[in-house]
Nanobody, 120 residues
Framework: QVHLVESGGGLVQPGGSLRLSCAASINIFSISRMGWYRQAPGKERDMVASITSGGTTNSADSVKGRFTISRDNTKNTLHLQMNSLKPEDTAVYYC??????????????WGQGTQVTVSS
Protein backbone atom coordinates (compact mmCIF):
# COMPACT_ATOMS: atom_id res chain seq x y z
CA GLN A 1 0.00 0.00 0.00
CA VAL A 2 0.90 3.65 -0.37
CA HIS A 3 1.86 5.36 2.89
CA LEU A 4 0.20 8.79 3.15
CA VAL A 5 0.93 11.48 5.75
CA GLU A 6 -1.27 14.59 6.01
CA SER A 7 -0.19 17.89 7.54
CA GLY A 8 -1.29 21.51 7.70
CA GLY A 9 -4.45 21.26 9.77
CA GLY A 10 -5.19 23.51 12.71
CA LEU A 11 -7.46 26.14 14.19
CA VAL A 12 -8.47 29.06 11.99
CA GLN A 13 -11.05 31.82 12.23
CA PRO A 14 -14.00 31.98 9.84
CA GLY A 15 -12.91 33.55 6.56
CA GLY A 16 -9.35 32.35 7.03
CA SER A 17 -7.21 30.00 4.96
CA LEU A 18 -5.29 26.78 5.43
CA ARG A 19 -3.20 24.64 3.11
CA LEU A 20 -3.23 20.90 3.65
CA SER A 21 -0.49 18.65 2.34
CA CYS A 22 -0.34 14.89 1.84
CA ALA A 23 3.07 13.30 1.37
CA ALA A 24 3.11 9.93 -0.40
CA SER A 25 5.68 7.16 -0.01
CA ILE A 26 5.86 6.51 -3.76
CA ASN A 27 5.99 8.50 -6.97
CA ILE A 28 2.45 9.88 -7.21
CA PHE A 29 2.66 10.00 -10.98
CA SER A 30 1.82 6.30 -10.79
CA ILE A 31 -1.34 6.92 -8.70
CA SER A 32 -4.48 7.06 -10.83
CA ARG A 33 -6.44 9.36 -8.56
CA MET A 34 -5.85 11.16 -5.29
CA GLY A 35 -8.35 13.03 -3.20
CA TRP A 36 -9.28 14.76 0.01
CA TYR A 37 -12.16 13.57 2.15
CA ARG A 38 -13.51 14.90 5.41
CA GLN A 39 -15.48 13.55 8.31
CA ALA A 40 -17.23 15.64 10.93
CA PRO A 41 -18.31 14.11 14.27
CA GLY A 42 -21.36 11.90 13.84
CA LYS A 43 -21.28 12.21 10.06
CA GLU A 44 -20.09 10.08 7.16
CA ARG A 45 -16.79 10.62 5.40
CA ASP A 46 -17.45 12.70 2.27
CA MET A 47 -15.36 13.55 -0.75
CA VAL A 48 -14.09 17.13 -0.78
CA ALA A 49 -11.99 17.16 -3.95
CA SER A 50 -10.13 14.75 -6.20
CA ILE A 51 -7.56 14.89 -8.98
CA THR A 52 -6.51 12.30 -11.55
CA SER A 53 -3.01 11.57 -12.78
CA GLY A 54 -3.93 13.54 -15.88
CA GLY A 55 -4.87 16.59 -13.80
CA THR A 56 -8.67 16.38 -14.05
CA THR A 57 -10.23 17.75 -10.88
CA ASN A 58 -13.58 17.34 -9.20
CA SER A 59 -14.91 18.96 -6.05
CA ALA A 60 -17.98 18.96 -3.85
CA ASP A 61 -20.50 21.74 -4.46
CA SER A 62 -20.03 22.98 -0.90
CA VAL A 63 -16.37 23.88 -1.53
CA LYS A 64 -16.45 25.01 -5.16
CA GLY A 65 -14.82 28.39 -5.55
CA ARG A 66 -13.16 28.15 -2.12
CA PHE A 67 -10.98 25.01 -2.16
CA THR A 68 -8.39 24.06 -4.77
CA ILE A 69 -6.76 20.66 -5.09
CA SER A 70 -3.37 20.22 -6.73
CA ARG A 71 -0.63 17.63 -6.99
CA ASP A 72 3.12 18.14 -7.18
CA ASN A 73 4.54 15.09 -8.92
CA THR A 74 8.12 16.26 -8.34
CA LYS A 75 7.62 16.20 -4.55
CA ASN A 76 5.10 13.33 -4.41
CA THR A 77 2.70 15.61 -2.57
CA LEU A 78 -1.00 16.41 -2.79
CA HIS A 79 -2.28 19.78 -1.62
CA LEU A 80 -5.61 21.30 -0.70
CA GLN A 81 -5.74 25.09 -0.56
CA MET A 82 -8.73 26.11 1.54
CA ASN A 83 -9.90 29.73 1.47
CA SER A 84 -12.92 31.51 2.96
CA LEU A 85 -13.26 28.80 5.56
CA LYS A 86 -16.57 28.36 7.35
CA PRO A 87 -17.42 26.70 10.66
CA GLU A 88 -19.13 23.91 8.71
CA ASP A 89 -15.76 23.02 7.18
CA THR A 90 -14.68 21.77 10.59
CA ALA A 91 -13.75 18.08 10.27
CA VAL A 92 -10.93 15.60 10.12
CA TYR A 93 -9.49 15.73 6.61
CA TYR A 94 -8.13 12.55 5.04
CA CYS A 95 -5.95 11.97 2.01
CA UNK A 96 -6.83 9.05 -0.29
CA UNK A 97 -4.86 7.39 -3.06
CA UNK A 98 -6.17 4.95 -5.68
CA UNK A 99 -3.48 3.06 -7.52
CA UNK A 100 -4.25 0.71 -10.39
CA UNK A 101 -2.71 -2.70 -9.83
CA UNK A 102 -4.30 -4.47 -12.79
CA UNK A 103 -7.02 -3.86 -15.34
CA UNK A 104 -10.06 -2.93 -13.27
CA UNK A 105 -8.25 -3.54 -9.99
CA UNK A 106 -7.42 -0.61 -7.74
CA UNK A 107 -5.60 -0.45 -4.43
CA UNK A 108 -6.92 2.19 -2.00
CA UNK A 109 -4.82 3.82 0.71
CA TRP A 110 -5.78 6.38 3.37
CA GLY A 111 -3.78 8.75 5.51
CA GLN A 112 -4.28 9.11 9.26
CA GLY A 113 -6.13 12.42 8.96
CA THR A 114 -5.53 16.00 10.07
CA GLN A 115 -7.96 18.08 12.14
CA VAL A 116 -9.30 21.34 10.74
CA THR A 117 -11.28 23.53 13.13
CA VAL A 118 -12.92 26.75 11.98
CA SER A 119 -14.03 28.82 14.93
CA SER A 120 -13.85 32.32 16.33
Amino acid sequence: QVHLVESGGGLVQPGGSLRLSCAASINIFSISRMGWYRQAPGKERDMVASITSGGTTNSADSVKGRFTISRDNTKNTLHLQMNSLKPEDTAVYYCKAERQRAVGVYETSWGQGTQVTVSS
